[in-house]
T-cell receptor, first 115, second 114 residues
Framework: GAGVSQTPSNKVTEKGKYVELRCDPI?????LYWYRQSLGQGPEFLIY????????DSGLPNDRFFAVRPEGSVSTLKIQRTERGDSAVYLC?????????????FGPGTRLTVL | AQSVTQLGSHVSVSEGALVLLRCNYSSSVPPYLFWYVQYPNQGLQLLLK??????LVKGINGFEAEFKKSETSFHLTKPSAHMSDAAEYFCAVSESQGYSTLTFGKGTMLLVSP
């Protein structure tokens, strides 16, 4: 079956612009996660959705970052007034349910470059 | 709070040699431990995980890891490296209670030479 998909695969933008990154989870997966992977680092947690609600957004670095999942499936990560430090690969993962026994399946990521 | 330390950002081995990638963790509650592999331009793929029970866990592609609570370690091994094993490997920890955000190490790039 289809895995987690993310669009676009690459996004280049200018400092100060607004960007949206999309994640399509595996069908039927209720849990959805966003991570950010900077160069030379491991992925860092940003936000977790259980269904439509953000159950934990403690990893969002500041109020320029926001994510939604209005119908409990597709999620969009939104970044306002982008800064060069936002350049990274943004990873999305989904799992069948919450709890560490549920494997997280990762998408290929969106590489964001802020010039 | 949880953290993961992976010793060595790069490890080089010859084809056929033993692979050993080191991972140490800290966790305030009993941990669940994971190894992921990332090939270029691909998503993270789960290699193996430890939740409860047997401390030696076997994963895909001939990899295995042993959970050693006394050493707070979860090192990844493979008896004989193959060229196709060249990739970046990430160790991760999550709490065994509640939901499961993962805390990752910085990763180790495995280089395999012929």
């Amino acid at each position: 079956g289809a895995g987690v998909s993310q669009t676009p695969s690459n996004k280049v933008t200018e400092k100060g612009k607004y960007v949206e990154l999309r994640c399509d989870p595996i069908s039927g997966h209720t849990a959805l996660y966003w991570y950010r992977q900077s160069l030379g680092q491991g992925p860092e947690f940003l936000i977790y959705f259980q269904g439509t609600g953000a159950a934990d957004d403690s990893g969002l670095p500041n109020d320029r970052f926001f994510a939604v999942r209005p119908e409990g499936s597709v999620s969009t990560l939104k970044i306002q007034r982008t800064e060069r430090g936002d350049s990274a690969v943004y990873l999305c993962a989904s799992s069948l349910g919450q709890g560490a026994n549920n494997e997280q399946f990762f998408g290929p990521g969106t590489r964001l470059t802020v010039l | 709070a949880q953290s993961v330390t992976q010793l060595g950002s790069h490890v080089s081995v010859s084809e056929g040699a033993l692979v050993l990638l080191r991972c140490n963790y800290s966790s305030s509650v009993p941990p669940y431990l994971f190894w992921y592999v990332q090939y270029p331009n691909q998503g993270l793929q789960l290699l193996l995980k430890y939740t409860t029970g047997a401390t030696l866990v076997k994963g895909i592609n001939g990899f295995e890891a042993e959970f050693k609570k006394s050493e707070t370690s979860f090192h990844l091994t493979k008896p004989s490296a193959h060229m196709s094993d060249a990739a970046e490997y990430f160790c991760a920890v999550s709490e065994s209670q509640g939901y499961s955000t993962l805390t990752f190490g910085k990763g180790t790039m495995l280089l395999v030479s012929p």
